[in-house]
């Protein structure tokens, strides 16, 4: 009966809303993180928020899948906001420039000496180099545009140039890469949840 398909749409909405709310507040929180937690640099807890993300979209599959793909750190621990990623990446900015000239082959006590002597004579830029091809970057480079993309927020692009990292910079960047990479996939599932939601809530409006 008509009032039957009228109340079933109805109820569709509203489990679409719910799970839009729970989705923006995740957002936010990650974005953020809670004013208790602000300043100290350690991951935000979001289990709760992500549950009520879970809860929400429970009869969809799509939110199953998307949270499925989510490491289990972020439920179990939480993730670094973009701010804590930034003061972070500062600390380990500032030791993989001392070590710029160990490959992966490691180095002698004189080279880690050099390494460092280096890191002192090499100027920090506001604009590293004009190339399109961000291998041909020198570690100094690599490190000061992440640290721009950081400043405005673009997490993404920062990944892309601490990934080309090799050596023992890699190293050093390594646990920093992992935590960006955690926090860019919780936000990329949430987003994708947010713009299912938004779009099974419209298709619900009469």
């Given at each position: 009966m008509w009032f039957l398909g009228r109340a079933e749409r109805q109820r569709s909405g509203q489990l679409a809303r719910e799970l839009w709310a729970a989705c923006r507040t995740l957002l936010s929180v990650i974005r953020d993180g809670p004013s208790v937690n602000a300043g100290k640099d350690e991951p935000t807890p979001i289990y709760a928020e992500l549950s009520a993300v879970r809860d929400a979209g429970r009869e969809y599959t799509t939110v199953h899948i998307a949270l499925s793909t989510l490491s289990?750190?972020?439920?179990?621990?939480?993730?670094?906001?973009?701010?804590?990623?930034?003061?972070?990446?500062?600390?380990?900015?500032?030791?993989?420039?001392?070590?710029?000239?160990?490959?992966?082959?490691?180095?002698?006590?004189?080279?880690?000496?050099?390494?460092?002597?280096?890191?002192?004579?090499?100027?920090?830029?506001?604009v590293a180099c004009d190339t399109d091809d961000v291998s041909e970057l020198s570690v100094f480079a690599l490190l000061d545009n992440a640290a721009n993309c950081l400043n405005y927020g673009d997490?993404?692009?920062?990944?892309?140039?601490?990934?080309?990292?090799?050596?023992?910079?890699?190293?050093?960047?390594?646990?920093?890469?992992?935590?960006?990479?955690?926090?860019?996939?919780?936000?990329?599932?949430?987003?994708?949840?947010?713009?299912?939601?938004?779009?099974?809530?419209?298709?619900?409006?009469?």
């Open positions: 289990s750190q972020a439920f179990n621990r939480g993730v670094y906001t973009p701010d804590a990623l930034r003061h972070r990446f500062d600390r380990v900015r500032r030791v993989a420039r001392r070590v710029a000239m160990i490959d992966e082959s490691g180095g002698t006590l004189s080279r880690y000496i050099l390494s460092y002597i280096q890191s002192i004579f090499v100027l920090r830029s506001s997490i993404e692009q920062a990944v892309r140039y601490v990934n080309q990292l090799r050596g023992e910079p890699r190293r050093v960047a390594s646990e920093w890469l992992n935590e960006a990479r955690i926090l860019l996939e919780t936000r990329q599932a949430a987003e994708l949840i947010l713009a299912f939601a938004s779009a099974n809530g419209l298709g619900s409006l009469d």
